[in-house]
Structures are given as C-alpha cells and as structure tokens.
C-alpha cells in the first residue's frame, strides 16, 4: 500500500537549518506531486510548497520563498524539505503529503522540529 | 491570494447531523477536500473532489459544494467523529487550507 515515512524529530536553535526526508513506497514516485505542510502547535494546516517529482519542478508559499528548498532523490523514492533560517515560530509539525484524487491522498506520519535556544 | 472561511468550532449530539461550512470566492468552480484529524495524527481525507467518499470512510460523511460555499455532512454523528476537520481547495498548483473547525460530539 502507499506509504510515507519520515524522518524523525529535530530540535535546532534560532538561524540554523533543518533538512527533513519522506520516504515513499507502494507506488513510483515520480508519478505523484507531493506537498509540504506544517502545524504548529494548536494551530490549523499551513501550506509550504509543492514538488513535482518528475522533473523537480517546485512551488513555494509566498511565505517561504528563500528560505525553502524542496528536493527529491529518484532512486531511493525520498523527496527533501530543508527550511533555513529557523526561529522559534518554526517549530510545528512538518508533514509531506501525496496528491491523488484531487485531494492530498496519502500523509506521512510528521516529523516535529522545534526550535529553541 | 484565495482565503477560506470555515467556523471555528460546531457541537452536536450524539446521531444528530453535524454541518460544516467552508466559504471562498467560487468555490463551487474549484474542488473542496475535507481533512479529518485528530490529536496527534496526521489529517485524513473524509471527501474529495467536493462529493467523493474515499474507501474506508463511513457513508455517514457526505460533501457538497456550490457557488461560494461547500458543506461537510456528518449524518448521525458519533463520539468517535469529534475531530478538527479542514476544507482545502487549489489555487493553481497551490493549496489553501481553511483555518479548521472543532466537532464536538457529546
């Protein structure tokens, strides 16, 4: 069945960067767009960007730009989130997500970053 | 950039119909998803593609979207429905979460 892994927790202190890994499996992963979304704690979904594995096309959220880099790795199925910069209200609860159906079909479990001095 | 509105929180009683709104410019040209989650757990999809039940989701969660608004239906809602629920639709390639809504079932 498709499944996302990934990485596990990280705690990093203000201003530097953090590079998260999922995993895919149960399907080829350059059939499916997958996205980044985080949440904070006690807070709503918050979209980050877009990657197209195919190509390596990537879309950012306004939000992000210049301190998001989203990548992938074909031959072991694993796209990359690396956010820079890191400050306290970054800590959340990253999540990669596959698109099927229209919708964000298949979540990884998440991965919390916490950032703190 | 494209917003959606959703309350922040609705209450029902157990095998009552829980309604919940999602509101945004035209939605009903663009597909409504909606995201179950529950503490400590990644969102699960409940409907996509404004109407359709993935397999495994209950009938009792239906959706429906049209003009400015889409709506999930919980029919005959049970405890284990109280949950977050998100609508999200797509801006081009991005993707717009409203800002959620608490079910409390009880």
């Known amino acids: 069945q498709v499944q996302l892994v990934q990485s596990g927790a990280e705690v990093k202190k203000p201003g530097a960067s953090v590079k998260l890994s999922c995993k895919a499996s149960?399907?080829?992963?350059?059939?499916?767009?997958m996205h980044w979304v985080r949440q904070a704690p006690g807070q709503g979904l918050e979209w980050m960007g877009i990657?197209?594995?195919?190509?390596?096309?990537?879309g950012y959220a306004q939000k992000f730009q210049g301190r998001v880099i989203m990548t992938r790795d074909t031959s072991t199925s694993t796209v990359y989130m690396q956010l820079t910069g890191l400050r306290p209200e970054d800590t959340a609860v990253y999540y990669c997500?596959?698109?099927?159906?229209?919708?964000?079909?298949?979540w990884g479990q998440g991965t919390l970053v916490t950032v703190s001095s | 950039s494209y917003e959606l509105t959703q309350p922040p929180s609705v209450s029902v009683s157990p095998g009552q119909t829980a309604t919940i709104t999602c509101s945004g410019d035209?939605?009903?040209?663009?597909?409504a998803s909606w995201y179950q989650q529950k503490p400590g757990q990644p969102p699960v999809v409940v409907i996509h593609?404004?109407?359709k039940r993935p397999s495994g989701i209950p009938e009792r969660f239906s959706g429906f979207s049209s003009g400015n608004t889409a709506t999930l239906t919980i029919s005959g809602a049970q405890p284990m429905d109280e949950a977050d629920y998100y609508c999200q639709a797509w801006d081009s390639s991005n993707v717009v979460f409203g800002g959620g809504t608490t079910l409390t079932v009880l």
């Open positions: 990657i197209n594995p195919n190509d390596g096309g990537t």
């Open positions: 149960g399907y080829i992963l350059t059939r499916n767009h």
């Open positions: 593609q404004d109407t």
């Open positions: 997500a596959r698109v099927a159906h229209q919708c964000l079909e298949t």
């Open positions: 035209k939605l009903g040209q663009r597909y």
